[in-house]
């Protein structure tokens, strides 16, 4: 059973900095591409960040250059550090892991964790 578990949301003021974590099963973590999305209420689930096994990193526009993704592999854990954090970025952020098995794409979802940005 592949698990993921996400910490580190909360409240926090405009400018300020928060820190995801997501720990994954052993089993998948070395090899998945793990990435972390957003949905803010009444908008679609979007991408933020994804990071490959081998550590090539891709970012939304909208939080290039604030947000940084980074993964410990002895740790089978996936980080998202968040800098400068806008009301915009208000939402339930949620961990995924895609993994390529066969000819088949998997993705596994944690539970989600939130980001409120306000004053």
């Known amino acids: 059973q592949v698990q993921l578990v996400e910490s580190g949301g909360g409240l926090v003021q405009p400018g300020g900095s928060l820190r995801l974590s997501c720990a994954a099963s052993v089993s998948i973590f070395s090899t998945a591409t793990m990435g972390w999305y957003r949905q803010a209420p009444g908008k679609q689930r979007e991408l933020v960040a994804t990071?490959?096994?081998?550590?090539?990193?891709n970012y939304a526009d909208s939080v290039a250059g604030r947000f940084t993704i980074s993964r410990d592999n002895a740790k089978n854990t996936v980080y998202l550090q968040m800098n400068s954090l806008k009301p915009e970025d208000t939402a339930v952020y949620y961990c995924?892991?895609?993994?390529?098995?066969?000819?088949?794409?998997?993705?596994?979802w944690g539970q989600g964790t939130q980001v409120t940005v306000s004053l």
């Open positions: 995924n892991a895609r993994k390529v098995i066969s000819t088949s794409i998997y993705n596994w």
């Open positions: 990071i490959a096994g081998f550590g090539s990193t």
